[in-house]
């Protein structure tokens, strides 16, 4: 075009703009430098959508009234768009090129030059081999930047440990998670630290929907509890965290009454036959072994003067030592109850006619009856 031409095109175009916007975008598409891509296909006709008529201005501003998502985080600085100072302070143009045609790459991604840490996002781990499809379904914006997003179907936990994912796992590998249970001031140690988390939280909608108390022995091990609650909840008193046959219970120490001989070899259940809770058994002999007494009371209630813990029948009274009276011969054979026959505080005699006045045929005579009879009948 001469310079006559372009001269008469420019007074044209000016008296076609005064004359109306109508003539004045007819006559632009005349200059256009060709169709414009697919996706902006509808406006094409009206270039001021695009474009600032016969002048110069901020051409983003026009971008960014359709681009309303990009605007958003250029303006919250995220994404792509945002993110990047390199790029959010470019021109849309600079990477957007337009007229080209409708088939044409108006984007201009080359996804095997981009890097991805521009979008805030970098790719870690098993991200990093991931082809974009891999993650980007649709929208490359549109793609959930938080691991429930991706991973919502990988979940075992149903949702019931929130969204947070990352506190647990990593961009290494979705499985193999580093909790630490320390933080929730429940330590996992002993047979704790190898149970799986589904042991104990066996609602993975709500994992910490357990009756009572979570860190309580008794809101797991309730079923276990072979006492059926008589020694009340505080099962870590006996048991611990190495196992729950592991029984530390010192009797001596928490009960003051040291457990020897017979005694130890019975289970707790044959003294504690009630409830812990407001009973206290008898440390004394004949609290616990009154049915056993043959003696039925007449000997008192000091059964250890007598009998041991070893063994209940086998008594140790030395009736010589304890009673200055030694047991002979027919007096050995015989029972206790014999002489005995009433309560130990009154003694029998000691002497023969003390017992066998009855027997005595000889009447008044002189002397002792040992001068004549012994012990052997």
Known sequence: MTGKAFAAFCIVLFLACAAGDALAASLETLVMPGPVAEAHAEIEEDCGACHIRLGRGDVDALCLQCHEAVAEDRALKRGFHGFSATVSEQNCANCHTEHEG???????LQADLFDHSMTGFDLEGAHAPLACEGCHEASFRETARECVGCHQKDDAHDGGFGERCGDCHTPSRWLGAQFDHDETGFPLVGQHAESACAACHDDAANPDAVDGDVRQCVSCHGLDDHHNGRLGE???????????????????V???????????????????????????????CVGCHSANDVHLGRNGTECAD??????????SFDHERDTGFALLERHAEITCEACHCESIDKAPPDTCEGCHDSDNPHGELAGQCSDCHGQTA
């Open 234 to 252: 505080a099962c870590d008193d006996c048991h611990s965290a190495r196992g729950w046959e592991s029984v530390s219970f010192d009797h001596q």
């Open 102 to 108: 409708r088939k044409s790459d108006i984007t201009g």
């Open 306 to 315: 007598c009998h041991s813990e070893d063994q209940w029948q086998d008594a």
């Open 254 to 284: 928490e009960a003051d009454f040291p457990l020897r001989g017979a005694h130890e070899r019975l289970d707790c259940q044959q003294c504690h036959v009630s409830e812990v809770a407001g009973f206290e058994l008898p440390t004394n």
